[in-house]
C-alpha cells in the first residue's frame, strides 16, 4: 500500500490541524495505521495509532488528550486531528501503515506541522 500524507502548515499555539493521509494499492482495511513525528534535531517518534477496525486507538503520552486518530476504510483514509497544539508538536509527520500495530512496513512522505509561540 501506499500512502500519502497532507493537511501541514502553519499554525499558532493552541490552533488546531487536521492530518490526512491517503492510502492506495492495498486493501486498506487489512492494515494497523499510525502516525509518527520527527522534529528538527531528534529522532523520530511515535504518536499515535489504530487498529484495522478502528476499534482501538492509542496515543503517545506527549499527545495524549489533544490529538485524535481515527480511519475511514471506506475512503482509505486515516486523520489525525491535532488540537491545543504547542510549540513542541512542531515537526514532520508521518503516516505508517502494518498488518499488525507496532509492525510498520510502509511509510509515507511526510507533511510538516509547524506551531508558532
Do not use: H
Request: net charge positive.
Amino acid at each position: 500500500v501506499q500512502l500519502q500524507a497532507f493537511g501541514g502548515g502553519l499554525v499558532q499555539a493552541g490552533g488546531s490541524l487536521r492530518l490526512s493521509c491517503a492510502a492506495s494499492g492495498g486493501t486498506f482495511s487489512n492494515y494497523a495505521m499510525g502516525w509518527f513525528r520527527q522534529a528538527p534535531g531528534k529522532e523520530r517518534e511515535w504518536v499515535a495509532s489504530i487498529n484495522r477496525s478502528g476499534s482501538n486507538n492509542y496515543y503517545a503520552d506527549s499527545v495524549k488528550g489533544r490529538f485524535i486518530i481515527d480511519r475511514n476504510n471506506a475512503k482509505n483514509s486515516v486523520y489525525l486531528q491535532m488540537n491545543s497544539l504547542k510549540a513542541e508538536d512542531t515537526a514532520v509527520y508521518y503516516c505508517t501503515a502494518g498488518p499488525i500495530l507496532a509492525r510498520w512496513t510502509q511509510w509515507g512522505q511526510g507533511t510538516l506541522v509547524t506551531v508558532s509561540s
